[in-house]
């Protein structure tokens, strides 16, 4: 099995723009990135600016990886388990009852509850989508128009 | 072409082959370090723009700060309701409210559960505290200023402690969020004289207010405000923290769920 080399081309440009504009988007506006992580409540409120300039930093290096096709196995597993950390992230918001704005796109922070579940559902959603591209990367990372061939 | 012949044309072939397969081997370990050290170089150079953009943080606190009347170094609060020198303020819990004036979801909040939050401060069961942050001027520098309003978060609050000084915190307090604009629209100060007007300032109480807001007389308060919240590590806003704990945007937003968890504060 090899995969489809075409697919894998239209995967790994979904997620390499995906990841490069998000990452873009953040790092132009780190303290939006910082306030964004402070929402999930997750982590200690001092690691947040660190993250904050840290996550954008891996979602353009990874982006950039999965553009040119290189290291495609590897961007491709870690860009699937990014995706799923930010799945687990905005469950947990969820579950604990609070309202955000996933700041998946730069933005973030608290916001109103009205249509949360929807909102909630949808982003998961997506990003289990993007994760399927990433594993499917992993597995079958041969792919078109890539600087490597296996 | 006998067997011999053919024999070593296909060792030669596949001779080819591994070398083909060789060269292309080194190639990609070549294509793959200069490609790698690129995309680090280029991660190195994304590194300068948030230490640039890291600059222009907020001021630190300044204690010489004038500040609005009732509000202490401690933490720059605004307290509202009878229950803060109540005999038995001890047994009546606290809810530190954690607002920006600019905030959508802080308007939201304030027209579900902002008059159950009054009513019980009014009434003596709750010592309500209100904290402005003005974060959300930096996240909505370009909005506010293509609109010619920048900075709006912090004029408001400067407002908010310049009503606080004419015995109008409420009032202006809830006037305030019902005239709020969409978000990035931003406030000037004859929007914000409006809204005094509206929370019923008159005559010489409204000359004194207009008079506080053109001298951003607590500018320095409102920094000093925003200095706490940032130092805190307050998620968001809306935040309300009922006698220390966070409260869940479900139960902040719900007045009846609200007014449940303070009473059960209260028992405690």
């Not at chain 1, 440009?13 to 790092?27: D, P, Q, S, T």
């Not at chain 2, 004029?155 to 990035?184: I, N, W, Y």
Request: hydrophobic share 45%; glycine share 10%; charged share 20%.
């Amino acid at each position: 099995m090899k995969g489809n080399p075409a697919f894998g081309l239209v995967s790994r440009l979904v997620l390499a723009g995906v990841l490069l504009y998000a990452g873009g988007v953040k790092i132009m506006e780190p303290h939006g990135a910082r306030d964004a992580i402070l929402a999930y409540r997750v982590f200690p409120p001092s690691w947040a600016p660190v993250l904050g300039y840290a996550m954008p930093l891996l979602e353009i290096g990874l982006g950039l990886l999965l553009l040119v096709g290189l290291f495609t196995r590897l961007s491709g597993l870690v860009a699937a388990l990014l995706m799923l950390a930010f799945v687990a992230g905005i469950a947990s918001v969820w579950a604990r009852g609070y309202s955000i704005d996933c700041g998946c796109f730069g933005g973030g922070g608290d916001i109103s509850p009205q249509g949360r579940a929807v909102r909630y559902s949808l982003e998961i959603a997506r990003d289990l989508l993007f994760a399927g591209l990433g594993f499917w990367l992993f597995v079958w990372p041969r792919t078109l128009l890539s600087l490597e061939k296996n | 072409m006998g067997k011999e012949s053919a024999k070593a044309a296909k060792a030669a072939a596949e001779a080819a082959r591994a070398q083909a397969n060789a060269q292309e081997r080194s190639r990609e370990r070549k294509v793959r370090l200069i490609g790698g050290l690129v995309v680090l170089v280029i991660m190195g150079g994304l590194l300068a723009i948030p230490i640039i953009n890291g600059k222009n943080k907020g001021p630190a606190t300044n204690t010489a700060a004038a500040l609005p009347k009732g509000v202490t170094k401690d933490t720059y609060g605004v307290k509202i309701g009878p229950a803060w020198t109540a005999a038995n303020a001890d047994s009546i819990p606290t809810l530190q409210l954690w607002e920006d004036f600019q905030c959508p979801a802080c308007g939201d909040m304030e027209k579900r559960s902002g008059a159950k939050i009054l009513e019980l401060a009014d009434a003596g069961k709750l010592r309500l505290e209100w904290r402005p942050t003005i974060f959300l001027d930096s996240n909505l520098q370009a909005q506010n200023t293509a609109n010619n309003k920048p900075n709006s978060s912090l004029r408001a609050t400067v407002a908010f402690g310049c009503a606080v000084d004419q015995d109008a915190a409420e009032k202006f307090h809830s006037a305030l969020f019902a005239a709020q604009p969409a978000e990035g629209k931003g406030y000037n100060n004859s929007d914000l004289t409006v809204v005094a007007q509206s929370a019923g300032l008159t005559g010489e109480k409204l000359t004194k207010f207009m008079e506080c807001i053109t001298n951003k007389t607590y500018e320095g308060w409102a920094n000093n405000s925003f200095d706490q919240y940032s130092k805190q590590g307050i998620a968001g806003t809306p935040s309300g923290i009922l006698n220390g704990t966070e409260l869940q945007s479900g139960v902040l937003f719900d007045p009846a769920k609200l007014e449940q968890a303070i009473a059960d504060a209260t028992k405690k």
